[in-house]
């Protein structure tokens, strides 16, 4: 499985953006997949996941109300949508996918290359 993240830049606080992930190769057969994030000086942490098949969803306090995964099964896409960014939020944003459940950074087998997203307040 290939994984290719895109659509991360610089905002504000307040606005919004989409990151997305194009999925490539056995995607089928993946079980979870979910965006983590890495700020500067800080260990990567879990946003949000999502599960392949029924699009059960999952997701980070800090984000909560805030972020929305979802999943287009038909281009094997995988999106983020962001709105109310903050500062905190500036992060290198990764992709990922594994074919059993996944939780922790270390259980997820395949990356996305990441997408850095800036927000300026």
């Known amino acids: 499985v290939q994984?290719?993240?895109?659509?991360?830049g610089l905002?504000?606080?307040g606005d919004s953006l989409r990151l997305s992930c194009a999925a490539s190769g056995r995607i089928f057969t993946m079980f979870v997949m979910g965006w983590f994030r890495q700020?500067?000086?800080k260990?990567?942490?879990f946003v949000a996941s999502i599960r392949w098949s029924?699009?059960?969803?999952?997701?980070?306090d800090s984000v909560k109300g805030r972020f929305?995964?979802?999943r287009d099964r038909a281009s094997d896409t995988l999106y983020l949508q962001m709105n109310s960014l903050k500062s905190e939020d500036t992060a290198v944003y990764y992709c990922a996918a594994d074919d059993l459940i996944a939780t922790n950074p270390g259980d997820y087998?395949?990356?996305?290359?990441g997408t850095l997203v800036?927000?300026?307040s």
């Open 11 to 13: 905002v504000q606080a």
């Open 43 to 45: 260990e990567r942490e």
């Open 68 to 70: 929305t995964i979802s």
């Open 39 to 41: 700020a500067p000086g």
């Open 3 to 8: 994984l290719q993240a895109s659509g991360g």
């Open 54 to 60: 029924n699009g059960a969803t999952d997701y980070a």
């Open 118 to 120: 800036t927000v300026s």
């Open 109 to 113: 087998d395949f990356w996305g290359q």
